[in-house]
């Protein structure tokens, strides 16, 4: 009874699973940070499931590893998305630049033309 009791329960989280992810699935993609939650939580509730599981307490033991993991989820997945983010505004700043540089050297060509056919 206690097996069956375990597949119910994971059964019952990849269902549960399936329709919040559907849930998010409107026009915008989610967000790193939303992704880190939601695989922490899914860890999170498996690893919980498995050992609450060996001490008779499947359900609290997902309930609990979901919170934990999806704690520990938000909060990679927060630092990642502030990575992403810094590493957007440096890319933009970058090609700024290699837009600047590019302008100079046109500039520099048109006075040395300019410089050669005044001689």
Do not use: D, H, W, Y
Not at 31 to 51: D, F, H, N
């Amino acid at each position: 009874m206690q097996r069956s009791g375990f597949i119910s329960i994971s059964v019952l989280l990849v269902a549960l699973c399936g329709l919040v992810l559907s849930g998010c699935s409107g026009s915008q993609p989610l967000s790193t940070r939303e992704k880190g939650t939601l695989i922490g939580a899914g860890a999170g509730a498996v690893a919980g499931t498995i050992i609450g599981a060996s001490v008779g307490a499947p359900g609290a033991g997902a309930a609990i590893g979901a919170a934990i993991g999806g704690a520990g989820g938000a909060l990679i997945g927060n630092s990642m998305q502030n990575i992403e983010a810094q590493q957007s505004q440096t890319q933009a700043q970058l090609a700024r630049q290699q837009r600047a540089i590019e302008r100079q050297r046109r500039e520099l060509e048109q006075q040395k033309q300019q410089s050669e056919s005044a001689f």
